[in-house]
């Protein structure tokens, strides 16, 4: 984790299905504050506190926050271009009944909903790293190639197979050529891989980068191919 905690220069609270979320500047920047997500949710905070460090410990980083209370505190932030990588990676068969259909709106809205109110009342400008135009660093990269080594340990597929699987979802040929945004994309299918949430509409985007880069069929491992019925 970055050992900065610095003043807030703007601060957005973020109405979220009868919660406060909150998006932070930090080095020009989006972050959100991870622990009020994961209480929106109703987990328990300790445990997903182990988890995102984990897997997210280069983009982690301490910002003062201003709670509910009025009073700035030191929150566990991450950037808003990281979150759906995260919150995908909670897997709603494991989570009690009572609270699957919340976790499962925090996946589906959650990121989205900062966005919207960062470029509404932050910065027009910020929204350019979630379009692609923006180069993926090293720390994005190796996020992403945290989940293809999941890939490889979970569905048993060669390396190869997982790489290329995420290069091909993103539409590029290398991790080192993809932009922030592909990367967070290519993270997105292989939490929803991890997931078994795949859809025919995923692999379809697969086959269409796959004939636009190499002008050829897709072949890869049967352990990633999927098994969906001709309704999705």
């Known amino acids: 984790m970055h050992p900065s905690t610095r003043a807030l220069t703007r601060q957005i609270k973020v109405p979220f299905h009868g919660t406060e979320l909150y998006v932070v500047e930090h080095d020009g ?18 445990s997903q506190q182990v988890k995102v460090r984990q897997r997210f410990r ?3 980083t301490e910002i003062t926050v201003v709670g509910a209370d009025g009073k700035p505190r030191p929150m566990t932030c991450l950037p808003v271009r990281k979150l759906p990588g995260w919150l995908h990676s909670i897997s709603i068969g494991k989570v009690r009944p009572a609270l699957r259909k919340r976790v499962a709106e925090y996946q589906a809205e959650c990121d989205d909903a900062l966005w919207r109110f960062w470029n509404k009342n932050v910065s027009t ?14 720390a994005d990269r190796a996020d ?50 991890l997931s078994r949430l795949d859809t025919r509409a995923d692999w379809k985007q697969i086959e269409q980068h796959q004939s636009v880069l190499h002008g050829r069929p897709v072949q890869l491992s049967l352990a990633l191919h999927p098994r969906l019925g001709p309704d999705l």
Do not use: N
């Open 125 to 138: 400008g910020v929204y350019q790293s979630r379009t692609g135009r923006d180069r993926s660093t090293a």
């Open 144 to 193: 992403a190639l945290r989940f293809a080594t999941e890939l490889v340990i979970d569905r048993h597929v060669p390396y190869s197979s997982a790489y290329r699987v995420m290069q091909l979802y993103a539409g590029v040929t290398s991790f080192r050529a993809m932009s922030r945004d592909q990367v967070m994309l290519a993270t997105e299918f292989a939490c929803r891989l």
């Open 29 to 46: 920047q989006p972050y959100t504050a991870v622990k009020p997500i994961v209480e929106g949710m109703g987990l328990d905070w300790k």
């Open 58 to 60: 280069s983009s982690m």
